[in-house]
């Protein structure tokens, strides 16, 4: 999440007084990210990347707002939904700033509207999240929306209020959104973003159009990257790894610490695959402790099983971690998909637990118990050959 | 605002232009015409189907100045203040926004003036299903007897979380689902007004997905008026993420020829060509569906399939499994509850999981494949001694068969040495129990302790081996795929014969094969008498271990 927002603080954000930078950082979408750093501005290359429609991938959705927007149709109420960081919240910025600019190819994202919307000090332009760190969006913040929308835009054309993390909020917020998401004052329009639609009231789905964001394809997210000057195997990786979240990939290459945590991470991975149960108990306790961290592993490792089962299928298309392609095939010749599957399978049920606050170290403990041995003795020199248990 | 939504556009001005709620419409106007209005209705159903329109519609016939059939007129005074949302005697409050009980207090002092204009003063609450409990109990007596000019009308997608009191004190009309052929026909009728040529394929599909709720169909469809005047069902598919059923087919095919990697390949074409994997979760289910209740009896042309697909299906039905059938549904009804948690990394993970698992006969067979499943010829690999005997059909052995490059990799470090299928007698097995638990202990020490209560070898079929296990509830113990593995993995190394298991509850054990190996037969080799085979055996396995045999004569 570092940072991942390309624009600073919104004086105007309802539910409390400044709201800023920081606070956007600290609310974190989801998870899996969060922990690795802190949030580092990234004020000026956001800019840059939201300069007009220039947003990556969602082509499909940028140009269905765009004919709507030039043929004078706005809708009131819109929802975008899809993973964390895959470009919700930026993608609702650049269409407050297309409904604002006064220039014709709106967004022009030069005008000073567009810059005010994108540094987050347009009057009209607001963001509405809950009131503390992490809290979820309350009922007094929406009726604060409520009266807020009455209100005349001071500048723009349209009052625009964006919900992020909409599916986040409580269900006595929601609902009470519920009249205004279906007939809002004319000047006002809402852009609700959510991780998917089901996770919001169907109330509340039904009242939006909505847009499901799906994952930016690899292919344009390696061009994107490589117009960055990242050269070519890193585009590649992080195309990869990232999932189709542009937000994750324009992290990453920014912020080196997260590849580098990512090796580190790899190392512990093979580490524990030789360990021994008392060193894999230890790290059990460690995960139980560091919740951030806890979750980045089990993201790496699925897609670490997962490319072991890709290639146990003879599919190494499919395969994420690129530059791993060789531990990954010795270790996919010494397994089998089936065992691939349970190692999932487990990864799946750990994930499962995790989110219903079992005792974190314990379902650590019983992952570890089931992650198969891949040992390799002492000797460095033989340590690339994982010998079985 | 220069366009007004669609659904906001075409909201019904007059009972008639309700769609799919006649019995209510009815109802309602034959009340108004009798003069026989009531003081309290609750309108409760689903999102979407019109409960908050009727209830303006209600409050425009009230009070409508036209004569009595007429109303409402949308030409007085009153009906156009009400269109355009300025009578004031309509009070429409946001319940869900003021839900407390001071909001309700607000009513009640409020409700004995008179109205302004109108005939009635009309409080319609909408979302009532929030107001919170003191408010509704504030609410009751008001609502028993209001003043004469006063009706109320609850508005409500939760009638459950309304008390029953408040029930009880209204007239409820239960608002139902938009049937599919009203929704086509609205959207065909708001496309032709705004001047939009749809594909009828692509109008079904947006009724489909809105599931009744006509609010989200013209919704949709004004979402698409952007693709410019004409929409084909290809632009639907693309904004809803919906793959075609074609790609669900395929997928199906490739389970019941057990085709793992295809499968892979067309889950993840699909997502790369733009579908929501739960979309794919979902429509795979639906064919899966299909096929089951036609491998059950049900004639493929009941589900309006066209004549090609319907005999593509039957064929289909005919060589899936059933016992496959039935996993797969399992797996991918639990994968589409898993992709709704889904890790951001990889969103088809899910489904490929549910693929891979549609695969496994895991543990004792509860759902016994036919006895010739079992006998499918021995898969020459040694290698793979878990996945030979997981996989049941011998389709799905050819591509576990079909890695020779791997295979001749991994031989050397696995450690069942020989490939040759022995004849294992039962006899043999007992006595070697201890040193296989031994290895299973190796293995996993969870494993042993689960094999420790009690369980035993009783039959030996081949190189199959039959475990009886004591309790039902260690089924789900020894059934998990890693620990069936670690089993098979210590019987055949200790045996060094390639091994499969047969896990079997004990009461429900039936010797089968009694007549094929006759336990006298091998109390003699007990006896002392050893053949040549299991002299060679030992031979070799004192060889393994450094050591020499010496043979003495008896």
Same mark, same amino acid.
């Given at each position: 999440?570092?940072?991942?927002?390309?624009?600073?603080?919104?004086?105007?954000?309802?539910?409390?007084?400044?709201?800023?930078?920081?606070?956007?950082?600290?609310?974190?979408?989801?998870?899996?990210?969060?922990?690795?750093?802190?949030?580092?501005?990234?004020?000026?290359?956001?800019?840059?990347?939201?300069?007009?429609?220039?947003?990556?991938?969602?082509?499909?959705?940028?140009?269905?707002?765009?004919?709507?927007?030039?043929?004078?149709?706005?809708?009131?109420?819109?929802?975008?939904?899809?993973?964390?960081?895959?470009?919700?919240?930026?993608?609702?910025?650049?269409?407050?700033?297309?409904?604002?600019?006064?220039?014709?190819?709106?967004?022009?994202?030069?005008?000073?509207?567009?810059?005010?919307?994108?540094?987050?000090?347009?009057?009209?332009?607001?963001?509405?999240?809950?009131?503390?760190?992490?809290?979820?969006?309350?009922?007094?913040?929406?009726?604060?929306?409520?009266?807020?929308?009455?209100?005349?835009?001071?500048?723009?054309?349209?009052?625009?209020?964006?919900?992020?993390?909409?599916?986040?909020?409580?269900?006595?917020?929601?609902?009470?959104?519920?009249?205004?998401?279906?007939?809002?004052?004319?000047?006002?329009?809402?852009?609700?973003?959510?991780?998917?639609?089901?996770?919001?009231?169907?109330?509340?789905?039904?009242?939006?159009?909505?847009?499901?964001?799906?994952?930016?394809?690899?292919?344009?997210?390696?061009?994107?990257?490589?117009?960055?000057?990242?050269?070519?195997?890193?585009?590649?990786?992080?195309?990869?790894?990232?999932?189709?979240?542009?937000?994750?990939?324009?992290?990453?290459?920014?912020?080196?610490?997260?590849?580098?945590?990512?090796?580190?991470?790899?190392?512990?991975?093979?580490?524990?695959?030789?360990?021994?149960?008392?060193?894999?108990?230890?790290?059990?306790?460690?995960?139980?402790?560091?919740?951030?961290?806890?979750?980045?592993?089990?993201?790496?490792?699925?897609?670490?099983?997962?490319?072991?089962?890709?290639?146990?299928?003879?599919?190494?298309?499919?395969?994420?971690?690129?530059?791993?392609?060789?531990?990954?095939?010795?270790?996919?010749?010494?397994?089998?998909?089936?065992?691939?599957?349970?190692?999932?399978?487990?990864?799946?049920?750990?994930?499962?637990?995790?989110?219903?606050?079992?005792?974190?170290?314990?379902?650590?403990?019983?992952?570890?118990?089931?992650?198969?041995?891949?040992?390799?003795?002492?000797?460095?020199?033989?340590?690339?050959?994982?010998?079985?248990? | 605002?220069?366009?007004?939504?669609?659904?906001?556009?075409?909201?019904?001005?007059?009972?008639?232009?309700?769609?799919?709620?006649?019995?209510?419409?009815?109802?309602?106007?034959?009340?108004?015409?009798?003069?026989?209005?009531?003081?309290?209705?609750?309108?409760?159903?689903?999102?979407?189907?019109?409960?908050?329109?009727?209830?303006?519609?209600?409050?425009?016939?009230?009070?409508?100045?036209?004569?009595?059939?007429?109303?409402?007129?949308?030409?007085?005074?009153?009906?156009?203040?009400?269109?355009?949302?300025?009578?004031?005697?309509?009070?429409?409050?946001?319940?869900?926004?003021?839900?407390?009980?001071?909001?309700?207090?607000?009513?009640?002092?409020?409700?004995?003036?008179?109205?302004?204009?109108?005939?009635?003063?009309?409080?319609?609450?909408?979302?009532?299903?929030?107001?919170?409990?003191?408010?509704?109990?504030?609410?009751?007596?008001?609502?028993?007897?209001?003043?004469?000019?006063?009706?109320?009308?609850?508005?409500?997608?939760?009638?459950?979380?309304?008390?029953?009191?408040?029930?009880?004190?209204?007239?409820?009309?239960?608002?139902?689902?938009?049937?599919? %052929?009203?929704?086509?026909?609205?959207?065909?009728?708001?496309?032709?007004?705004?001047?939009?040529?749809?594909?009828?394929?692509?109008?079904?599909?947006?009724?489909?997905?809105?599931?009744?709720?006509?609010?989200?169909?013209?919704?949709?469809?004004?979402?698409?008026?952007?693709?410019?005047?004409?929409?084909?069902?290809?632009?639907?598919?693309?904004?809803?993420?919906?793959?075609?059923?074609?790609?669900?087919?395929?997928?199906?095919?490739?389970?019941?020829?057990?085709?793992?990697?295809?499968?892979?390949?067309?889950?993840?074409?699909?997502?790369?060509?733009?579908?929501?994997?739960?979309?794919?979760?979902?429509?795979?289910?639906?064919?899966?569906?299909?096929?089951?209740?036609?491998?059950?009896?049900?004639?493929?042309?009941?589900?309006?399939? %066209?004549?090609?697909?319907?005999?593509?299906?039957?064929?289909?039905?005919?060589?899936? %499994?059933?016992?496959?059938?039935?996993?797969?549904?399992?797996?991918?009804?639990?994968?589409?509850?898993?992709?709704?948690?889904?890790?951001?990394?990889?969103?088809?993970?899910?489904?490929?999981?549910?693929?891979?698992?549609?695969?496994?006969?895991?543990?004792?067979?509860?759902?016994?494949?036919?006895?010739?499943?079992?006998?499918?010829?021995?898969?020459?690999?040694?290698?793979?001694?878990?996945?030979?005997?997981?996989?049941?059909?011998?389709?799905?052995?050819?591509?576990?068969?079909?890695?020779?490059?791997?295979?001749?990799?991994?031989?050397?470090?696995?450690?069942?040495?020989?490939?040759?299928?022995?004849?294992?007698?039962?006899?043999?097995?007992?006595?070697?129990?201890?040193?296989?638990?031994?290895?299973?202990?190796?293995?996993?020490?969870?494993?042993?302790?689960?094999?420790?209560?009690?369980?035993?070898?009783?039959?030996?079929?081949?190189?199959?081996?039959?475990?009886?296990?004591?309790?039902?509830?260690?089924?789900?113990?020894?059934?998990?795929?890693?620990?069936?593995?670690?089993?098979?993995?210590?019987?055949?190394?200790?045996?060094?014969?390639?091994?499969?298991?047969?896990?079997?509850?004990?009461?429900?054990?039936?010797?089968?094969?009694?007549?094929?190996?006759?336990?006298?037969?091998?109390?003699?080799?007990?006896?002392?008498?050893?053949?040549?085979?299991?002299?060679?055996?030992?031979?070799?396995?004192?060889?393994?271990?450094?050591?020499?045999?010496?043979?003495?004569?008896?």
């Amino acid at each position: 999440m570092s940072g991942r927002r390309p624009f600073g603080p919104l004086p105007l954000s309802i539910g409390g007084e400044g709201v800023g930078a920081q606070r956007c950082c600290a609310q974190g979408m989801g998870w899996g990210r969060g922990g690795s750093s802190d949030c580092p501005s990234r004020a000026d290359s956001g800019v840059d990347a939201i300069m007009g429609w220039n947003v990556i991938g969602h082509e499909w959705v940028v140009s269905l707002l765009r004919q709507r927007l030039t043929s004078g149709q706005v809708a009131h109420a819109y929802l975008f939904a899809g993973p964390p960081q895959i470009g919700k919240t930026t993608l609702a910025i650049t269409l407050a700033q297309a409904l604002n600019c006064a220039e014709p190819d709106a967004p022009c994202g030069h005008c000073r509207s567009c810059v005010r919307i994108a540094s987050g000090l347009h009057p009209d332009v607001q963001i509405v999240i809950g009131e503390g760190v992490g809290e979820s969006l309350k009922i007094d913040q929406v009726r604060s929306l409520q009266r807020q929308a009455s209100l005349m835009p001071y500048e723009g054309r349209y009052r625009v209020f964006i919900v992020p993390r909409a599916d986040q909020a409580t269900l006595e917020a929601a609902n009470s959104m519920l009249k205004i998401l279906e007939e809002p004052p004319v000047h006002v329009v809402l852009i609700l973003t959510a991780t998917h639609t089901e996770a919001l009231p169907p109330t509340v789905v039904s009242r939006c159009q909505r847009f499901e964001l799906k994952p930016v394809p690899v292919a344009t997210m390696e061009a994107a990257l490589q117009q960055r000057g990242v050269p070519l195997p890193k585009a590649q990786l992080l195309a990869r790894l990232s999932g189709g979240r542009i937000g994750w990939a324009m992290a990453a290459m920014e912020d080196e610490t997260i590849l580098r945590q990512r090796e580190q991470d790899l190392e512990q991975l093979t580490r524990l695959l030789a360990a021994d149960r008392v060193e894999r108990f230890d790290f059990a306790r460690q995960m139980g402790q560091d919740p951030a961290a806890s979750r980045r592993q089990i993201e790496l490792w699925t897609s670490w099983w997962r490319d072991l089962l890709a290639l146990c299928l003879h599919r190494p298309d499919y395969v994420t971690h690129v530059d791993q392609m060789e531990t990954l095939s010795r270790m996919a010749a010494r397994c089998s998909e089936l065992q691939a599957w349970a190692v999932l399978k487990a990864l799946q049920t750990t994930v499962a637990q995790l989110e219903s606050r079992v005792n974190a170290q314990l379902a650590w403990e019983s992952l570890l118990l089931q992650l198969p041995a891949f040992r390799h003795p002492g000797n460095p020199r033989e340590k690339e050959q994982f010998v079985e248990r | 605002m220069a366009g007004q939504a669609l659904y906001l556009k075409y909201r019904p001005r007059t009972f008639e232009e309700v769609v799919g709620q006649e019995p209510i419409t009815r109802t309602l106007q034959n009340a108004l015409r009798q003069g026989r209005i009531r003081h309290a209705y609750l309108f409760a159903g689903p999102r979407g189907t019109g409960k908050t329109t009727m209830a303006r519609l209600l409050a425009k016939a009230v009070n409508c100045l036209a004569d009595e059939e007429k109303r409402p007129c949308n030409a007085c005074s009153i009906c156009i203040a009400i269109n355009e949302g300025r009578l004031l005697d309509l009070i429409e409050m946001d319940a869900a926004s003021n839900r407390g009980i001071d909001e309700i207090r607000d009513i009640r002092e409020k409700v004995g003036f008179r109205p302004s204009e109108a005939r009635f003063k009309v409080y319609v609450l909408d979302e009532a299903h929030m107001l919170t409990e003191p408010a509704f109990n504030a609410l009751l007596k008001t609502l028993e007897e209001p003043p004469p000019h006063v009706i109320f009308a609850l508005v409500t997608t939760d009638p459950h979380k309304i008390p029953a009191t408040i029930i009880s004190r209204c007239q409820r009309f239960d608002f139902r689902r938009v049937p599919l %052929p009203a929704i086509v026909n609205r959207l065909a009728a708001i496309a032709q007004q705004e001047g939009m040529k749809v594909e009828p394929a692509a109008l079904e599909l947006i009724a489909r997905q809105s599931a009744g709720a006509l609010r989200d169909a013209i919704s949709l469809l004004d979402q698409l008026t952007s693709y410019g005047d004409e929409i084909t069902l290809e632009q639907v598919q693309n904004v809803l993420g919906t793959v075609t059923t074609a790609v669900a087919g395929q997928l199906a095919a490739c389970l019941a020829d057990g085709q793992i990697a295809a499968g892979l390949d067309l889950i993840n074409r699909a997502l790369d060509d733009g579908a929501d994997p739960r979309q794919l979760g979902r429509e795979v289910i639906e064919v899966l569906r299909v096929l089951l209740l036609i491998k059950q009896g049900s004639a493929a042309h009941g589900f309006a399939l %066209p004549a090609e697909q319907a005999a593509e299906m039957n064929a289909l039905a005919e060589r899936f %499994p059933i016992e496959r059938l039935l996993r797969a549904i399992h797996a991918f009804n639990a994968a589409t509850t898993e992709l709704r948690r889904g890790l951001p990394v990889i969103p088809q993970l899910p489904l490929e999981m549910a693929l891979v698992e549609s695969f496994l006969t895991i543990g004792p067979p509860a759902v016994t494949a036919p006895s010739g499943a079992r006998e499918a010829p021995p898969i020459a690999t040694a290698s793979q001694p878990a996945v030979s005997s997981q996989i049941a059909e011998p389709s799905a052995a050819t591509w576990t068969g079909g890695q020779p490059v791997r295979e001749s990799e991994r031989a050397p470090s696995i450690s069942t040495p020989s490939p040759a299928l022995q004849a294992l007698s039962l006899s043999e097995v007992e006595r070697a129990w201890p040193q296989v638990l031994q290895a299973v202990r190796q293995r996993n020490p969870t494993t042993q302790a689960v094999l420790n209560t009690g369980c035993q070898p009783v039959e030996v079929n081949g190189n199959e081996i039959v475990v009886t296990f004591p309790f039902p509830f260690l089924r789900e113990k020894l059934g998990d795929p890693q620990r069936c593995m670690e089993i098979q993995e210590a019987l055949s190394e200790v045996l060094r014969t390639r091994c499969r298991l047969r896990l079997v509850l004990a009461t429900e054990y039936t010797p089968s094969s009694a007549v094929s190996s006759p336990p006298s037969e091998e109390r003699e080799t007990d006896g002392g008498t050893l053949n040549d085979q299991t002299l060679g055996e030992i031979a070799r396995w004192a060889q393994q271990r450094g050591g020499e045999t010496t043979f003495l004569p008896s």
